[in-house]
């Protein structure tokens, strides 16, 4: 062996800076609560570390950031909530996507758009259109996502396609699946961020965290600052990423 590859990095070296984060920004409500304030305040609070955190992520060189904002099944809440969170959305568009583009990040939204007021999916359309050329830091956020929807979704289309005798079925990889998903394109996420204190990933993302490294703290989302996104960084550092080898 040449002396030069006795210092190649062995590819499990952890990275300090994951490429692709993902952030189930959870706990909203009981920030809220536990100061005696309305649940909204919590979301809108959220909001503020929304932008942190983009400006974080752009400054620390991560590429792909995966917020999960709405739930599929964030619909069962009551309509007071849900028409707030929408409202809230459309207003953070508004005021913050300037700002993103100027930070030259590039904007996706995952989920389904067919359920979601038609002003909004405008709004998310136009954004997504205006930061297309956009390459430091590209943010998907995920509003009305659910991953077996998302799943199903692909399966139909293949179930289609061998309909047709387009896709033989003993010929399908695991490519034919992901490149149906809305992350298409894009490596899996290499951290799972999760505040609010759960330790479950509520239907987000199922198929690409097969192999992300998962962060639980007790911190509420409205409190997560940089200094604690700093902390998961650290923690993801020191994983030894072994993807099923020795
Ligand atoms: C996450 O905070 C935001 C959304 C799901 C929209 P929650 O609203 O779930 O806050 P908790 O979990 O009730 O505290
Ligand atoms: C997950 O949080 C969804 C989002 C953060 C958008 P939830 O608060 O809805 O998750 P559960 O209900 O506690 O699993
Ligand atoms: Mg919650």
């Not at 330790?199 to 987000?204: D, G, H, L, Q």
């Amino acid at each position: 062996m040449g002396v030069m590859n006795l210092f190649k990095k062995k590819s499990n070296t952890p990275q300090a800076i994951p490429k692709h984060v993902a952030i189930i920004m959870d706990g909203n409500g009981r920030w809220a609560e536990c100061r005696g304030l309305p649940r909204s305040v919590g979301h809108r609070t959220g909001v503020d570390r929304i932008r942190d955190t983009i400006e974080a992520c752009v400054e620390y060189g991560v590429k792909y950031l995966t917020l999960y904002a709405f739930s599929t099944e964030n619909w069962n809440r009551p309509a007071a909530e849900v028409d707030y969170l929408m409202n809230l959305f459309m207003e953070a568009l508004q005021n913050e996507v300037p700002k993103m583009h100027k930070q030259q990040v590039k904007l996706r939204f995952i989920g389904l758009k067919d359920k979601l007021d038609p002003d909004l999916v405008e709004l998310m359309e136009e954004s997504e259109k205006l930061t297309a050329g956009n390459n430091s830091l590209t943010v998907n956020f995920a509003i009305n996502y659910g991953g077996r929807s998302e799943i199903m979704a692909a399966v139909k289309g293949i179930a289609r396609q061998v309909r047709e005798g387009e896709l033989e079925p003993e010929h399908l990889g695991e490519e034919d699946l992901a490149k149906r998903l809305f992350t298409l394109g894009q490596p899996d996420p290499d951290l799972l961020i999760r505040p609010g204190g759960e330790k479950r990933i509520s239907n987000f993302l199922i198929w690409q965290l097969a192999y992300t490294e998962l962060y639980f703290t007790d911190n509420y989302w409205p409190e997560f600052s940089k200094k604690h996104l700093l902390a998961a960084f650290e923690w993801y550092s020191k994983r030894e990423r072994r993807f099923g080898r020795v």
